[in-house]
């Protein structure tokens, strides 16, 4: 039986010891500057991308991952042998499937599945981690497909932006488009739901919509275990990990994880967002 390699994109951010561990590989979507492209997480990492949003004239923008980078770690991994499983943001908010689809196109005679998270950050990070304990453990492609999709389906993500101008700017702003003109004060919280975002409710002020946001995890979690969670931030390391301490007293997860928001997403959501990504009951 051939072993399993997992594959995802870098809007996912699992921590690098982790991708390390379990030989993940990582196709970069792009970051458009000017004249510049950069490969997320590549090229350019989170602080020198927030350092740079502070002082920018100019705007980035974002683009899926190409077809050349999935074909390239396509044909390295079927050459060593490899199944591969590519699981990847939501199709609803990037077209990364479409080129990770047509790069497997190249390789007919390869054994590629490819799912769609219908997430992104942790959210599609626990899907991927999920199915590369499952692979190292020796399950099979079909096997470590399945686990990635009962993964998808008790995963989630909640999410608390400043401002939902970068999410209006980027044209992703979906079901939060109702809570456009919100009052400076009133914080927007939004949530990944079938792979795109939808308005959740609006806070006074930022330290409540934080402690709301805790609130929200458990009862999306609605007493599941085990539980894995991740606080994830865009430029607000400090808020992210007081969340987590609060939300870890509460729920008892077995893996507490923060991490940044990479630069292709941060160019969406925008500074100061904080979220809760988790899997739970599996």
Avoid at 198 to 209: C, H, L, P, S
Avoid at 232 to 239: F, G, K, M, Q, T
Wanted: aromatic share 6%; with cysteine; hydrophobic share 45%.
């Amino acid at each position: 039986m051939s072993k399993v390699a997992l594959v995802t994109d870098s809007t996912a951010y699992i921590p690098k010891h982790f991708l390390d561990q379990y030989k993940i590989s990582v196709g970069p979507l792009v970051l458009i500057w000017g004249n510049e492209t950069l490969e997320d997480g590549i090229d350019i990492q989170p602080v020198e991308f927030y350092q740079r949003l502070e002082k920018a004239s100019v705007m980035p923008t974002s683009s899926q991952v190409s077809i050349p980078s999935f074909s390239r770690i396509f044909g390295d991994l079927t050459q060593q042998g490899y199944d591969v499983l590519t699981v990847v943001i939501s199709s609803k908010l990037s077209g990364t499937l479409s080129s990770a689809e047509q790069a497997k196109a190249m390789y007919p005679q390869a054994a590629i599945e490819i799912v769609d998270s219908l997430s992104s950050g942790m959210g599609l990070g626990f899907q991927v981690l999920a199915a590369a304990r499952a692979a190292e453990a020796g399950s099979s492609l079909a096997e470590c497909k399945a686990v990635a999709e009962k993964a998808r389906e008790n995963s989630g993500v909640l999410i608390c932006v400043d401002t939902l101008e970068f999410l209006h700017r980027g044209g992703r702003i979906g079901g939060a488009q109702r809570f456009l003109g919100t009052a400076l004060n009133l914080k927007p919280i939004l949530e990944i739901v079938d792979g795109k975002l939808e308005a959740v409710e609006r806070v006074r002020t930022r330290r409540k919509a934080h402690l709301r946001l805790v609130e929200l995890l458990q009862e999306r979690v609605n007493g599941r275990t085990p539980i894995y969670l991740s606080a994830i931030h865009a430029n607000a390391e400090e808020e992210a990990k007081r969340m987590l301490d609060l939300a870890v007293s509460k729920l008892n997860p077995i893996e507490a994880i923060v991490t940044d928001v990479s630069p292709v997403i941060g160019t969406h959501v925008g500074p100061g967002t904080v979220a809760f990504c988790y899997l739970a009951g599996m």
